[in-house]
């Protein structure tokens, strides 16, 4: 999974890098990027959550709402996000050329109250071969990236020592927990696929294979169940809500369409 095995293959190295840091000292709930957005943010409220409407904003412009890149790592080429047109419709485009990076919007959702999450993705060049199971394949064209908040008293030495390698080499803060749904050419929908340093991050495979590439895809998931199963153990808030194409471990290119991405109530 790009967000961690991108920056190191040698946990020894990593280790020595976070000491070099000096951040070891550091609170963990300060190195935890859901501390501060759960207490910055409100929760949302209504008949709906549209956590990404792409579709009401303008080709070239920036999307509606504050988003932001997600860095991988400081030497890692982005990938590019743009607003384009796409029929009648306004959506997110994602261009990787070797590249890994994440284009995310902070955002506080009570995932019991609103579980089900909706969305949809145009996968227009796909990796080759790409397969989360195995390292260096590790890419994927389309992924949605949901961010969660959490008990920090459950997070043992290992996810603790996870927080400040991260910190350390990409500048950037993890939250909780993440959960990913995710694009694969080989690993069979339903696969999930822990992250190699974390249990805090997982991946959840709902489209597997190059057939219907170039259409339009369809989902609906049920957030609160899949946390439940791939973690084993109840949600907070989610904090975040972003995609991610990358294609930097094969060195390919990739290129995916977003549509809107909504969060609706339990029915």
């Known amino acids: 999974m790009p967000i961690l095995t991108k920056l190191s293959r040698n946990a020894a190295t990593l280790v020595c890098s976070v000491a070099l840091a000096g951040c070891v000292g550091v609170p963990v709930e ?4 859901s501390t501060a ?7 949302e409220s209504g008949a709906l959550v549209e956590a990404a409407r792409f579709s009401a904003g303008r080709a070239g412009k920036a999307p509606p709402g504050r988003w932001d890149p997600f860095i991988v790592s400081r030497s890692s080429t982005r990938t590019e996000y743009r607003l384009v047109e796409s029929g009648l419709r306004v959506v997110l485009e994602a261009h990787a050329d ?3 990076s994440g284009f995310y919007r902070r955002i506080r959702i009570d995932p019991t109250r609103y579980p089900v999450v909706e969305w949809r ?14 390292p260096s394949r590790d890419d994927s064209p389309a992924r949605l990236v949901i961010s969660f908040h959490g008990d920090v008293t459950r997070l043992d030495f290992v996810e603790r020592t996870t927080l400040r390698l991260y910190h350390a080499l990409s500048g950037e803060k993890l939250p909780y927990a993440m959960l990913m749904y995710i ?3 080989d690993a ?7 992250n190699n340093y974390t249990a805090k991050i997982q991946m959840l495979v709902v489209e597997s294979g190059s057939g219907r590439g170039g259409e339009w895809r369809e989902f609906r998931r049920n957030v609160l169940e899949d946390y439940r199963l ?3 153990e109840e949600p907070w808030d989610i904090v975040a809500v972003g995609v991610m194409t990358d294609a930097d471990n094969t060195r390919q290119k990739a290129r995916t369409q977003y549509g809107d991405i909504t969060f609706r109530l339990a029915q």
């Open 30 to 33: 300060e190195l935890l990027a």
């Open 37 to 43: 957005i759960v207490a910055e943010l409100q929760r």
């Open 98 to 100: 070797g590249s890994a």
């Open 121 to 134: 993705w145009r996968v227009l060049q796909p990796p080759a071969d790409a397969d989360p199971r195995v």
């Open 183 to 185: 694009w694969s050419s």
């Open 188 to 194: 069979p929908v339903g696969t999930i696929v822990p």
């Open 230 to 232: 791939v973690f084993g």
